[in-house]
């Protein structure tokens, strides 16, 4: 990101950690250490770094390597959506 | 689960003197809610363009000053976003869709239109939704060049429909000879998106 | 495993820290305690049925139990913050969930040493990673560099002197950035490289770093950072938004 052409829609991007909440309704426990591997680039990523675009009809997360979408959760009256094809997979360890 | 009024906590205006124009479930804002699905483009003018492609005979397109020198409208329109905000009296000025299809030769079969944007976002909008002045590509807002937060360069308004309908960053529209749900429509949201009908999701 | 449930907690205690931030103590009876850095996720109902949820971090210390203490900056404009601001009393209800978040998490197991680096409202997770290393009386050496705008602006300011001047180990640096106090030899801009460099030295490359705050204060710091040669994975992240800025 390029702080310097910053614009209010740049400073309202927050992160993974503003949707660790959704994560964990959907998932059942803590999602933020979960590493996606992107589908665009294939880099690695803890969903905690993933960009987030929470103010919006849904929210999008993405890449910080290369934006593409990784992930999108929309809730509505009656049901939660999570459309994770912008991932090649998600890695969970073992709690210890 | 628990539940809870808060207390003292309104929410959200419905004003009776602008009541009859706020659809349902819709809130007055004063202010312009940025909502975005994306980081900002920052396509340079001298590399933007719009094109129109797809179901047509010939694709077209237009580079930003070729665009600028397209007869315009200005328009003031109230717009209503599925978030629940409705914001009165948005004053655009753009280039109508009618405007654009001069001299583009389009498919009977197409449609229906995708648009799509800079930074991959697409919505879907049937042709006869956006002809007859109900769609415009603008880029001035408030007699001023549209600020990229709120979708500059250019983006899409279709007032009829909710606001997620009027695509940021709009590069082109691409002709269709089926319905495809674009970004939101794929993911829950509804294939038409009717304020007035609270068209929100799918299923509405 | 439960799933997260929205649970009602009671304001005990209404805080004022700074003319624009407010601590809300709230007692929970449902709580099953958190780690430092954790959030919690607050949820308002209008009587219509009109809902709207936003993010807040936990300031207190797991130590301190039974209750959260949230440290609120008030937005101009905002719908939430206002509310908490101006509406809310002692012995209110509100409805919240969490904790939530596991990768914001600092606690004397992870070790150090730990460098935190807080903009605004951002100093809140940052101060229950501090509080909680002191009640464990930890010696893991700890920096937290702050950046405020005007010496009204400094949150917590009393403790952070009484914790800089009473704990061993740690040290405050604070960098004001469009006013600083009479006096003030400190620092007096917003965070660069040269400042980083600065705080960062004693630690070396291995410090444990976590940076909140404003969107673009954090990803300039984040980048800086990594820049300076520290692995991305010491580099911990959470982003506010605009706040502060
Ligand atoms: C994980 C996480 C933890 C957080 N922890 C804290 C915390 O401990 N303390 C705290 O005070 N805040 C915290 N925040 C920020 C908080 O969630 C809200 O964004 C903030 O209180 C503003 O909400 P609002 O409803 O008052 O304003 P909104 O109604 O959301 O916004 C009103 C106007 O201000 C602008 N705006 C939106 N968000 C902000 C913002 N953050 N700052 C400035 N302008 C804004 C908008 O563009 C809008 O025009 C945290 C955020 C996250 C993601
Ligand atoms: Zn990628």
């Known amino acids: 990101m390029n702080v310097e052409t910053a614009d209010m829609n740049t400073e309202l991007m927050v992160d993974g950690n503003a949707i660790a909440g959704e994560l964990e309704q959907i998932f059942g426990h803590d999602m933020t250490m979960a590493v996606a591997r992107c589908a665009g680039c294939a ?54 | 689960m628990a539940r809870l009024i808060s207390r003292g906590f309104l929410g959200r205006r419905r004003p009776p003197e602008v009541e009859k124009r706020l659809p349902p479930g819709q809130y007055l804002v004063t202010d312009f809610p940025v909502l975005s699905a994306g980081p900002t483009p920052h396509t ?81 909008v049937p042709l006869n939704e956006l002809i007859n002045g109900q ?35 709009i590069r082109g529209l691409r002709f269709m000879d089926r319905n495809d749900p674009g970004f939101w429509e794929s993911l829950g949201y509804h294939i038409h998106g009717d304020p007035w009908k609270e068209e929100r999701y799918s299923g509405d | 495993m439960a799933a997260l449930e929205w649970q009602l907690g009671t304001v005990t205690t209404i805080q004022p820290e700074t003319p624009k931030t407010k601590s809300f103590y709230v007692a929970l009876p449902k709580w099953a305690g958190h780690r430092p850095g954790q959030h919690i996720d607050l949820r308002l109902t209008a009587p219509d049925g009109y809902q709207t949820q936003r993010s807040y971090s936990i300031a207190s210390p797991p ?80 920096r937290l560099l702050y950046s405020c705008r005007t010496p009204d602006d400094v949150i917590y300011r009393d403790e952070l002197n009484q914790l800089a001047g009473s704990v061993a180990g740690l040290e405050v640096l604070i960098t004001f950035t469009r006013q600083a106090p009479a ?17 960062i030295t004693p630690f070396g490359t291995s410090a444990r770093t976590y940076v909140c705050g404003p969107t673009l204060l954090v990803e300039s710091v984040a980048n800086l950072l990594v820049g300076m040669g520290l692995p991305a994975d010491r580099v911990h992240t959470e982003r506010f938004g605009p706040t502060g800025s």
């Open chain 1, 43 to 96: 880099a690695d990523s803890m969903m905690a770094t993933l960009m987030a675009f929470v103010r919006g009809p849904g929210a999008v997360l993405r890449c910080p390597s290369c934006t593409s979408v990784i992930a999108r959760i929309v809730e509505t009256p009656t049901a939660t959506y999570l459309d994770a094809r912008g991932m090649l997979y998600l890695r969970m360890t073992h709690a210890s």
């Open chain 2, 44 to 124: 340079p003018l001298d590399r933007w363009s719009f094109r129109i492609d797809g179901l047509v005979k010939s694709p077209v397109s237009w580079s930003w000053p070729e665009f600028q020198k397209l007869p315009t409208e200005t328009v003031t329109v109230d717009i209503s976003c599925v978030t629940k905000w409705t914001k009165l009296d948005t004053k655009w000025r753009g280039v109508t869709v009618d405007t654009l299809l001069k001299g583009v030769e389009v498919d009977p079969a197409g449609q229906y239109v995708m648009a799509f944007s800079d930074g991959g976002y697409t919505t879907n």
């Open chain 2, 135 to 169: 769609g415009f590509v603008a880029y001035e807002f408030d007699d001023k060049p549209l600020p990229p937060e709120h979708g500059g360069p250019a983006r899409l308004v279709v007032p009829h429909l909710y606001f997620w309908k009027s695509a940021k960053w």
């Open chain 3, 63 to 142: 130590e301190l139990s039974g209750q959260l203490e949230l440290t609120v900056d008030l937005i101009q404009d905002g719908e939430v913050s206002p509310y908490l601001h101006d509406v809310v009393m002692q012995g209110d209800q509100l409805e919240l969930r969490g904790p939530v978040g596991g990768y914001f998490v600092w606690d004397v197991t992870v070790g150090g040493p730990l460098l935190l680096v807080g903009g605004g409202s951002g100093v809140v997770p940052l101060m229950a990673m501090l509080r909680h290393r002191a009640a464990q009386h930890s010696t893991i050496p700890a």
């Open chain 3, 183 to 199: 006096g003030w030899t400190g620092y007096q801009r917003r965070i660069d490289a040269a400042m980083l460099n600065e705080v």
